[in-house]
């Protein structure tokens, strides 16, 4: 059974860091995307940063220049490392990741989320 494993996040004061990380756990023929959504309270869940098999990045202008998504290739791992982290920062982060499981099986995962708060 394919399932991501969240770690990381947690309470962090203004202007600090946080690094939150994502394993694929179980057996996968490739991963295509993976990615960080958030969703603060009240609002709609949106796209953070993503990552591609090519290393090709995405991020949302909110957070370019203080959040970088890196991965590992061999570990089915991808990281948000966020810096300069503001309370409008807060909110519930979610690992996605678009995964080949068989030749011609392709299917989209969700993490089941891990709490960053930013507040001093």
């Known amino acids: 059974q394919v399932q991501l494993v969240e770690s990381g996040g947690g309470w962090v004061q203004p202007g600090g860091s946080l690094r939150v990380s994502c394993t694929v756990s179980?057996?996968?023929?490739?991963?295509?995307?993976m990615g960080w959504y958030r969703q603060a309270p009240g609002k709609q869940r949106e796209l953070v940063a993503r990552?591609?098999?090519?290393?090709?990045?995405t991020y949302a202008e909110s957070v370019k220049g203080r959040f970088t998504i890196s991965r590992d290739g061999n570990k089915n791992t991808v990281y948000l490392q966020m810096n300069s982290l503001k309370p409008e920062d807060t909110a519930v982060y979610y690992c996605?990741?678009?995964?080949?499981?068989?030749?011609?099986?392709?299917?989209?995962?969700w993490g089941q989320g891990t709490q960053v708060t930013v507040s001093s």
């Open positions: 996605n990741a678009d995964l080949t499981l068989r030749v011609g099986l392709r299917k989209d995962y």
């Open positions: 179980g057996s996968i023929l490739r991963v295509n995307v």
């Open positions: 990552i591609t098999n090519g290393d090709s990045t």
